[in-house]
């Protein structure tokens, strides 16, 4: 009886709790309302705020203050990855769960080196979100696993290529742009790339000197001379 009191009690404890506030950016109104329910279903979870681009995330994260937010990668003007910190700047304490349809280990890469904590297939959604948003509030990472996989291999083999954590001279030329205060879009079409490889080296640059921010990458490029006319003007 006593186990059944116990039972009843945590029962009642985890009814009373607030649900856990959730933003939806997605520029796609169908499918915000797919993940409203989904997201919606179990309890937990109720949806605050919804998004259709980074501009109007980034009010909702500021106005509403949302525990969790999915975030789409593709998004109109500013992508999903681009947009992460700017949330995150908003609204600390959020957890960001991206939700893609590319399957590359760059982009996963990208944008755990911005903040998110789990990285979802749009085509896996059904079965995985709600897995990674539970991760991500408990406070840990969250990717498919044979997505993750492929990204640990090909980690290990960027750290067998560069043997160190020195820059290479393209990374040298996004590193000097970034502390310019240029976006990954612009970083693209400057040095003639695409927006995925840009933000790739911005990621890569981050994993080698083990920096989390623009400003810690500034001080950096000072201290270590990496910077060219254009930086010191």
Not at 31 to 52: I, N, W
Not at 125 to 144: H, R, W
Request: glycine content about 6%; proline content about 3%; hydrophobic content about 45%.
């Amino acid at each position: 009886m006593a186990a059944i009191q116990d039972i009843d009690e945590t029962a009642r404890v985890e009814a009373t709790k607030a649900p856990l506030r959730v933003l939806l950016v997605d520029d796609h109104a169908v499918v915000r309302s797919g993940l409203r329910l989904l997201v919606e279903h179990a309890g937990r979870f109720q949806v605050v705020a919804e998004a259709g681009d980074a501009r109007t995330a980034i009010f909702e994260a500021r106005a509403q203050q949302p525990d969790v937010i999915i975030l789409d990668v593709t998004l109109p003007g500013e992508s999903g990855i681009e947009a992460a910190p700017k949330l995150l700047q908003e609204a600390p304490a959020a957890k960001i769960v991206i939700l893609s349809m590319q399957d590359d280990p760059r982009y996963v890469s990208a944008a755990f080196a911005v903040g998110a904590r789990g990285y979802v297939l749009k085509e896996a959604a059904d079965s995985e979100l709600m897995q990674a948003l539970e991760t991500a509030i408990a406070g840990g990472q969250y990717v498919n696993p044979e997505l993750g996989a492929r990204l640990a291999r090909a980690e290990a083999d960027s750290t067998a290529r560069a043997g160190d954590d020195t820059l290479s001279a393209r990374e040298h030329e996004v590193l000097q742009l970034i502390v310019l205060g240029h976006t990954n879009q612009e970083i693209a079409r400057s040095l003639f790339i695409s927006v995925p490889t840009a933000e790739t080296h911005r990621a890569h640059i981050m994993q080698k000197l083990r920096l989390t921010t623009r400003a810690e990458l500034v001080r950096y490029a000072l201290e270590h001379g990496l910077l060219d006319a254009r930086a010191s003007a």
